[in-house]
């Protein structure tokens, strides 16, 4: 289903108030690792809508390596997290970790975010294709293209056919990078399949130097769209601040990504 031999016409995302996910525009979403207080999220907020960006990402429930890491704000922080965007005429895009969440963080998002731990969590999965809110599905760890296909096909043939597709990076032998962002992804999912997809070159590199540079050779590969992580003060970042770019090399980044979609 997910098949562009199934459906050609590519799928366009439609959040409403003018905010699109798909083809004939650049989709562009930032915004820290976690959410961590008001402030931040006011600042993100302000420095998004001075450069014309309407979709903000933001961890609530944060999948970490370690146990003692910070490990989010939960369903307080997404409420505030609502409040602030809903005021602001932001969307939401937020990680969903499992299905209980769901039911409880459903009013509160636009677009659910499945992590790449969770990509092949197949009951998470099954829940989301009970919803009918969009749902942006990060590609595994270590999971193939044809894996992430086929998670978006339990999402799809569930019901819920508002999905987008996100490369993320995968784990290869490199160690000078967190992780190998795989830009072949891009060209071959648009080739393969109808749904939007967006590149996160934040966590596919890992190092914020290089995160502008993938960006925008993303958007030349063909992605519908970049996610990436902004905060005020990424040293004080709660969580990824290695790869979280400041406000003033987010918005350089902004530009360019418009200028190198305006050469496709
Ligand atoms: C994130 O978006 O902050 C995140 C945890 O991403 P991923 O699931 O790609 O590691
Ligand atoms: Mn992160």
């Given amino acids: 289903l997910v098949s562009?031999?199934?459906?050609?016409?590519p799928t366009v995302i439609d959040l409403g108030d003018g905010v699109t996910i798909g083809e004939g525009s650049l989709a562009l979403c930032a915004g820290p690792c976690s959410i961590e207080s008001e402030a931040q999220m006011e600042k993100v907020m302000d420095h998004l809508l001075e450069n014309g960006v309407r979709l903000m990402r933001g961890g609530v429930f944060k999948p970490r390596s370690s146990p003692y890491a910070f490990r989010g704000l939960g369903m307080d922080g997404l409420r505030l997290f609502h409040q602030l965007a809903r005021a602001r005429g932001i969307k939401i895009v937020t990680e969903v970790m499992q299905v209980s969440q769901v039911e409880e963080m459903h009013d509160?998002?636009?677009?659910?975010?499945?992590?790449a731990r969770n990509t092949q969590n197949y009951n998470l999965l099954d829940a989301l294709g009970g919803v009918d809110k969009p749902v942006l599905i990060k590609r595994g760890i270590s999971g193939s293209i044809e894996e992430l296909l086929s998670s978006a096909e339990y999402v799809f043939s569930g019901g819920n056919e508002k999905l987008i597709l996100c490369e993320r990076g995968?784990?290869?032998f490199e160690t000078a990078s967190r992780n190998t962002l795989d830009l072949n992804a891009v060209p071959i999912l648009k080739e393969k399949t109808h749904l939007p997809v967006v590149v996160d070159p934040s966590h596919g590199i890992g190092l914020r130097d290089y995160v502008p540079a993938m960006a925008l050779a993303a958007v030349l590969a063909g992605a519908d769209g970049i996610l990436y992580e902004a905060h005020e003060t990424p040293e004080t970042a709660a969580s990824d601040g290695q790869q979280t770019l400041d406000f003033a090399e987010s918005g350089?980044?902004?530009r360019n990504l418009r200028r190198v979609y305006a050469l496709r």
């Fill in 4 to 9: 562009r031999k199934w459906r050609v016409k």
């Fill in 252 to 254: 350089r980044l902004i």
């Fill in 108 to 115: 509160y998002v636009d677009v659910f975010q499945v992590g």
């Fill in 170 to 172: 995968i784990r290869t």
